[in-house]
């Protein structure tokens, strides 16, 4: 990554193209200082002037000649080694195009937070002001200019402070405005930073170290201790000596004084991933099926142009193991791995697996961690430390480099897709990396996209197949119960069968998980006179009824308030809570099996750092005997002593308005049902349904993805829904209910002529969305069906330039632009 320093100075570029973290389109050019050309380079970070103020940039191109005339110059180089390698601006900048999105907002999706950069105004007092002394405004103006003679250049936060709490934003402009204060930006000192201790080291030989021992003995014990367990151990951190003895500190700087030891400050990268915790078990012996996707995936390692390759196997057929396999392959190659999985089964489980085998070859990313440990491990695959990036969606931006493969794990889940500006979709994404790179790309799935088998069927993608669990255990056996056989209260929410069935697992001493599938249709309160709902005041959605605290709360803004008595439509009393909510079933449970030991898990038991991973491992302890909770219970963990897997209210999320909703549905059954009977004892799983003959119940039912594929695929070609179509979301939202619908008709009439001719794009709308309100933003939105991606951006493209120019029309709104949209909501 460094340059040669081949050519003079005077030869080398001089302007800098700088793409901000600001929405703009294009990159901005500036003059590169004469003393910054020669350790000016494409990657690195700066700070450049943009109006008023300074803002982070990161250089993409050099050059010798600008357009542009009179150019300011760049304020200030940030990194030594360029922080983002070719690979990374080519990938954000295809993101740009892909997803009609400024490239500065990828870049800033891309990089960790602790790499930011901010600045904040500061005042000082000008000469002329300083002339004048005696002569100052009195009051306010005369404190604040006092102040700032008193402590010198502050910024506007600390000078209130100074002046106990008085707002001085007027007098600040004022003062500027007379020309006695000076306003400037100034640089903030980063707030993550390496993590720095200090080192003691012993100079002497043991001979000379044992005479000084003698020594000091009697006159200072404590430089005594320290020298005995220097003996011991020739390096120490400080702090660990200071533990060990309170007076070591000062012991240490007598004995530097005396030259006997030596004082260093090195970076200690702050701890992310755990010491393996067992020692690493055998390697199991591949079965047939695992062999030939491995040897499959293997040939392709290095080739230079590999198509995706898809690994279906269902839950518990050993993808991970084939994983594994190859990403050692890969190392061995010495070349560098990329796993990406859903950001719920990024478990303690899974990474224990990873570190087992690759100890701390593995850094970790998600968001659980703090920004300085996501720095660090940043930071250790940048310089190679760490060859193998695990992560969440945004570890597809792992700054590693040589890359030989790319493993998307469970590749259909929505996680992936980003829901705010970037809006990309992390898998996707995914494949054009490790097509830019010329690495092999793993899709692996018990139940693939529809997208992705699509693209295996037709041949665009390798499709390999695990079609059976390892050692040939049998897939859980799935009974589904008619609900609406079951009339009292109480079978509502677990029927006879299913309570026959936990009490037969409690009784064998297996564990059993409980799913309450309830994505957006929680517990909420309803009238029984009147029907009506309460609503979220700010966003248009059912309030989620808590019994514990009796509580309405608003899961969009979070909003809150006690349970109101009377109904707020018609005043009626008789507002009850209805619906399932995770807490209720939990309570029926406790009260069904008094002496069983349950836990529950949804967002309000896992808003904690670590409170999803600390459930976890005390079911994978023995220590729950019933897990009850929400989707998050359905994925990635592997805890052989769950034998019973019961699905309550399984039909819930098939209102949602989304076409996709019935593979959504199929997806979580088989996902959940493939937690049952992955040790010794088979498995089994009981669904409670209000829609006992819907296809995607009776296809998870048979664990028959092709049938469900078959059938959905059908309805897809169609409703010319995708595979056979492109998808495109313009989400237009206003705090004024008529600007958000005026600018999406506009909108509407804008696109109307850019749908070429004939047609290669349909548009569907404007209509309010579902969620018509969030955070007092009032919602509209358009979609957009193309024949092709490339249609599809032609026709936004022509139509965002038009708005840009008439921004009469979009006063008011933003428009949010969403390429392969995964909720309509
Ligand atoms: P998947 O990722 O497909 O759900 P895993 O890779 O997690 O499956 O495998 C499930 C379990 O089977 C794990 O405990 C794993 O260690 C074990 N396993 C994987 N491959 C084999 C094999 N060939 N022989 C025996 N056990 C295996
Ligand atoms: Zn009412
Ligand atoms: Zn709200």
């Known amino acids: 990554m460094q340059p040669t320093q081949a050519a003079s100075v005077s030869t080398l570029p001089d302007i800098a193209q700088v793409v901000v973290e600001l929405p703009l389109e294009t990159p901005l050019d500036y003059r590169i200082p004469f003393a910054l050309r020669t350790s000016c380079h494409i990657g690195q970070r700066v700070l450049v002037p943009l109006g008023p103020r300074q803002v982070l940039g990161y250089i ?99 000078i209130e402070r100074l002046l106990a709490g008085q707002d001085c934003t007027a007098v600040l402009r004022r003062l500027q ?57 020739p390096v120490w951190e400080l702090a660990a000596l200071r533990q060990r003895l309170p007076g070591a500190a000062a012991a240490v700087k007598r004995l530097a004084l005396l030259g006997a030891v030596e004082l260093t400050t090195v970076e200690k990268r702050r701890a992310v991933i755990p010491a393996a915790s067992t020692a690493s078990a055998p390697l199991p012996t591949l079965n047939p099926a695992q062999q030939h996707a491995l040897w499959q995936i293997e040939s392709r390692l290095g080739t230079a142009e590999s198509a995706p390759i898809l690994l279906y196997g269902v839950t518990g057929s050993g993808k991970t193991e084939v ?87 469970e590749e259909h889940d929505t996680s992936y897709k980003q829901e705010e500006t970037p809006r ?28 992705t088998f699509h693209n295996a069927r037709s041949g665009k993608y390798l499709s390999l197949s695990l079609p059976q669990r390892v050692e040939e255990k049998p897939l859980p056996s799935i009974t589904i119960l008619d609900q609406r056989a079951h009339a009292t209260p109480n079978e509502r929410i677990i029927s006879t069968p299913l309570y026959q069935a936990i009490a037969a697992c409690l009784a064998r001493q297996e564990q059993c998980l ?95 750092k670590a409170s999803h991973q600390r459930i976890l491992r005390t079911l994978g302890s023995g220590d729950i005997d019933i897990l009850v909770g929400t989707q998050m219970i359905a994925k990635g963990h592997d805890y052989p002593n769950i034998t019973l897997v019961g699905v309550v209210s399984a039909d819930a999320t098939l209102s949602i308005p989304d076409f996709r909703a019935p593979e959504r549905l199929f997806q979580l059954l088989t996902q959940v049902a493939g937690r049952a009977g992955r040790g010794q004892a088979p498995g089994h799983v009981v669904i409670q349904t209000y829609r006992p003959d819907h296809y995607s119940l009776a296809f998870a039912q048979h664990h ?92 936004l493209q022509a139509t965002l330039a038009e708005s840009q120019q008439e921004r009469e029309h979009v006063r008011a709104v933003r428009i949010h632009v969403d390429i392969d949209p995964v909720t309509f909501l």
């Not at 006159?219 to 151990?233: C, D, F, G, M, T």
């Not at 507002?575 to 949804?602: S, Y």
């Open 60 to 158: 993409v191109h050099v050059a010798h000649t600008s357009s542009v005339d009179d150019l300011k110059d760049l304020i200030d180089i940030l990194d030594e080694t360029p922080l983002l390698t070719p690979a990374l601006l080519q990938l954000t900048r295809w993101m740009a195009s892909y997803y009609l999105c400024p490239w500065g907002q990828v870049l800033k999706a891309a990089v960790p937070e602790g790499f930011r950069v901010h600045t904040e105004a500061v005042y000082t007092v000008t000469a002329p002001a300083q002339e004048q002394g005696a002569a100052w405004p009195k009051g306010r103006a005369g404190e604040v200019l006092q102040c700032l003679v008193q402590h010198g250049t502050q910024s506007q936060h600390e």
């Open 323 to 409: 994983y594994m396999r190859a990403i050692a392959t890969v190392l061995r190659q010495g070349k560098t791995a990329l796993v990406l999985v859903p950001e719920i089964a990024l478990t303690d489980q899974l990474v224990d697996r990873f570190v087992a085998r690759f100890a701390s070859q593995i850094a970790v990313l998600h968001s659980g961690l703090s920004a300085g440990e996501r720095f660090d491990e940043w930071r250790r695959l940048a310089s190679g430390e760490a060859r193998i990036a695990i992560g969440a969606r945004s570890a597809v931006f792992a700054p590693v480099e040589n890359l030989g493969l790319i493993v998307v794990d």
């Open 704 to 795: 028959d993805f092709s049938g469900f594929f078959q059938d959905e695929i059908q309805r897809r070609q169609v409703m010319l829904y995708p595979p056979y179509t492109r998808l495109a979301r313009l989400i237009v939202d206003s705090s004024e209910t008529v600007r958000a619908e005026e600018a999406s008709r506009w909108l509407g009439t804008v696109l109307q002529r850019h749908l070429g001719s004939p047609p290669q794009v349909a548009l569907l709308g404007p209509a309010e969305a579902p969620l018509a309100k969030i955070k007092d933003r009032y919602r509209w939105h358009l979609l957009l069906k193309a024949t092709s991606s490339r249609a599809l951006h032609q026709c």
């Open 514 to 608: 409980i799913l309450i599938n309830r994505r957006g249709f929680a517990a909420y309160l309803q009238c029984r006179d009147c029907g009506a709902v309460p609503q979220c005041n700010h966003c248009s959605v059912s309030l989620t009824y808590h019994r514990r605290d009796r509580t309405i709360k608003c899961h969009y803004c979070d909003a809150s308030a006690p349970m109101p008595a009377l109904c707020p439509a018609c005043s009626s009393p008789k507002l009850h809570p209805f619906g399932l909510g995770t807490q209720q079933v939990e309570e029926v449970l406790q009260a069904l099996f008094p002496a069983a030991r349950l836990a529950r898990m949804d967002r309000d038991t896992t808003r904690g």
């Open 424 to 451: 990309y979709h992390a898998r996707d994404v995914a494949i054009v990396r490790a097509q830019q790179a010329q690495a092999v790309v793993v899709l692996g799935s018990a139940t693939p996209a529809l997208e």
């Open 177 to 233: 405005q007379q020309g006695l204060l000076q306003r400037q930006q100034q640089r903030l000192a980063p707030k993550t930073r390496p993590r720095m201790v200090s080192l003691v080291r012993l100079c002497l030989a043991a001979n000379a170290a044992t005479t000084l021992h003698q020594q000091v003995q009697q006159r200072s014990p404590n430089q005594a201790a320290v020298l005995a367990l220097l003996q011991e151990q």
